[in-house]
C-alpha cells in the first residue's frame, strides 16, 4: 500500500464549476500537507500547504485537511481554463523544506470553455 | 532570480550508460533534493544533500549517486542506466536564511533509456 493514495483521473469539468481533488495517507507522522500543480513539461509548484488539521483558503482555492481520517481536500471554485494541469498533494514531517516530500500520483485536470 | 536550473532539458542514453544531471539552486539556498518522476506518477524522493553531505535518502540503488558542491549546486548520476530510469528527473532547492522553507521545483531534467 502506497504512503499517499491519489486519484489520477482524468477529471474533465466545464468552466465555472466547483472542483474537488482528494488524497488519503496512512502515515500519521505527517504534518505538513500541500497541494503542488504542475503544468505540462514544467516542474511542480507549490499551490497551498497547511499544518496538521484545519481549512485553508487563498482566492479561489480552499484546502481543507483531516487528520483523524487521514484525508485532505483541495477545493477549486469558478474553475478557469487556466486552471488545467495536475495537481499533486504532498507530504512531509515537521521539517517540511529538509526532509522528503512524498506526493500522490497526481490528478490530471482539464477545464473545458 | 533565475529560480532552480537544471541541465539539460532532454538527455537520450542507451543501457548500461552512465549519466550525470546538474541542478543549480534558487540563490539563498542551501539545501538540494532530488525526485524521480515516471510518468503518469507523482515524484519519488531520491535524495537530499545539505553541507556538501547526503542528509536522507529514499528507495533507490546505489546505482543512484550525487555530490554537492561548496557553491550548493548539485549533480545527480546514475550508472548502469535500465529502461526503468526513465523519467522527468526534478531537482528542488530549499533553506538558507528565509524563515519559510519551502522546496521549490526546476523544470526537470527529461531521461530516455533506448
Known amino acids: 500500500q502506497k504512503e499517499v493514495e491519489q486519484d489520477p483521473g482524468p477529471l474533465s469539468v466545464p468552466e465555472g464549476a466547483i472542483v474537488s481533488l482528494n488524497c488519503t495517507y496512512s502515515?500519521?507522522?505527517?504534518?505538513?500537507f500541500m497541494w503542488y500543480r504542475q503544468y505540462s513539461r514544467k516542474g511542480p509548484e507549490l499551490l497551498m500547504y497547511?499544518?496538521?488539521?484545519g481549512n485553508k483558503e487563498d482566492g479561489r482555492f480552499t484546502a481543507q485537511v483531516d487528520k483523524s481520517s487521514k484525508y485532505i481536500s483541495l477545493f477549486i471554485r469558478d474553475s478557469q481554463p487556466s486552471d488545467s494541469a495536475t495537481y499533486l498533494c504532498?507530504?512531509?514531517?515537521?521539517?517540511?523544506?529538509?526532509?522528503?516530500?512524498?506526493f500522490g500520483t497526481g490528478t490530471r485536470l482539464t477545464i473545458i470553455p | 532570480d533565475a529560480g532552480v536550473t537544471q541541465s539539460p532539458t532532454h538527455l537520450i542514453k542507451t543501457r548500461g550508460q552512465q549519466v550525470t544531471l546538474r541542478c543549480s539552486p534558487k540563490?539563498?539556498?542551501?539545501?538540494v533534493s532530488w525526485y524521480q518522476q515516471a510518468l503518469g506518477q507523482g515524484p519519488q524522493f531520491i535524495f537530499q544533500?545539505?553541507?556538501?553531505?547526503?542528509?536522507q535518502r529514499g528507495n533507490f540503488p546505489d546505482r543512484f549517486s550525487g555530490h554537492q558542491f561548496p557553491n550548493y549546486s548539485s549533480e545527480l548520476n546514475v550508472n548502469a542506466l535500465l529502461l526503468g530510469d526513465s523519467a522527468l528527473y526534478l531537482c528542488?532547492?530549499?533553506?538558507?536564511?528565509?524563515?519559510?522553507?519551502?522546496?521549490?521545483f526546476g523544470p526537470g531534467t527529461r531521461l530516455t533509456v533506448l
Open positions: 528542488a532547492s530549499s533553506g538558507g536564511l528565509a524563515g519559510w522553507n519551502e522546496q521549490f
Open positions: 502515515n500519521s507522522a505527517f504534518q505538513y
Open positions: 497547511t499544518y496538521s488539521s
Open positions: 504532498a507530504m512531509s514531517g515537521p521539517n517540511f523544506g529538509n526532509e522528503k516530500l512524498t
Open positions: 540563490s539563498g539556498h542551501d539545501t
Open positions: 544533500y545539505y553541507e556538501e553531505e547526503e542528509r
